[in-house]
């Protein structure tokens, strides 16, 4: 397994959107005028680069696109001999992120929950799936490579195969499924029903998903294969066809799309059990999960979300000729997971 070498910096507290599933939407400095001073940015991309990062990718608490140092900063990081890319919600002036381009951004990775009506709910602004349709346009007339990603929730479930066929017509290199996540004030179980859906009903449609992107692959004729990700995801709901795309907490730290959390100078053996720490932080100890011949490669699924489902009809499935018996085997069967983390 490679590991991931990308620094996830937050920049921001503004955002645009006010999207019902972000994770920070209970806690009192949700949505707050607050932007980080440009030079602790950089010296997070100094330590970054020291222990062995080579990527920077803005994420977080608000839209990074407003922070007004964002060309600054990656003028900087580029003459550092890092790359760049932000998550964004690809609902800003077309003409922003062009700039962003000419100063040296490597891509986007646009935050794409539902389509037309649907995505103007989910983000909760009027005009927010027009703008994200204007950009899509500019990305594919200029070629710009770009990733996505789709929470999944109750509004936009059995959108999310024609979302992933959105995307792919206009170009996107990456589709990843991200399965929602009860962090911080969601881990109450009444919040956690507003939005979650059952992961065998996920499950049914992430094979959906993948269907579409294989078929686009099939008689795809720009000079790539479009990679799939499904980000947090129960195994034992999936086709085991399916099985090597799943990325669980146990694995953000080798998934080259992800950020380091600080661990990207550590030994093999310390890296791997910072690994499994990430994972055993929010995962089941228990069965069905704790015996499970998966369990190397799934780390136990979430217990806050399972919790909120009634145990969420977990089991453990028969075995599967292909599964690996070290970790990373499966991992490691995802082309997506060979990358880079960057495409420039």
Known sequence: MNRCRRVGIDVTRKCNWRCRTCFYRWRSDFNTPYDKPLQ??????????????????????????????ILDMIKEVRAMGM?????????????????????????????????????????????????????????????????????????????????????LHYGCRHIVSLGFLPHYEWNDPNRLQEVAVHPAEIGRVLEKVHSAIDNHNSYNHHGFRAMFTIRYQPMCHLNPELWKYVVNARYVLYDPWEWDYGTAGLSDDAHWQ?????????????????SCYLHMHCGGWNRTYAAGFNGADLFQPPLFNEVGQNPGDLHDMNPANHGKGYFG
């Open 274 to 290: 910072s690994a499994c720490s990430l994972g055993e932080g929010v995962a089941i100890k228990e069965e069905p999960c704790k």
């Open 40 to 69: 602790d940015v950089m010296q997070e991309a100094r330590s970054a680069q020291a222990r062995g990062c080579d990527h920077v990718v803005l994420v977080g608490w608000g839209e990074p696109g407003l922070w007004p140092h």
């Open 83 to 167: 790359t760049c890319s932000i998550i964004t919600n690809g609902s800003l002036a077309v003409g922003h992120y062009a700039k962003m381009r000419e100063a040296g951004l490597d891509h986007l990775h646009i935050s794409v929950h539902g389509t037309g009506k649907t995505l103007d709910e989910i983000s909760g602004t009027d005009g927010a799936s027009v703008h994200q349709q204007q950009l899509f346009s500019y990305l594919k007339a200029e070629n710009w490579p770009w990733r996505m990603n789709m929470t999944v929730q109750k509004i936009n479930i059995n959108e999310l195969p024609d979302i992933a066929l959105m995307c």
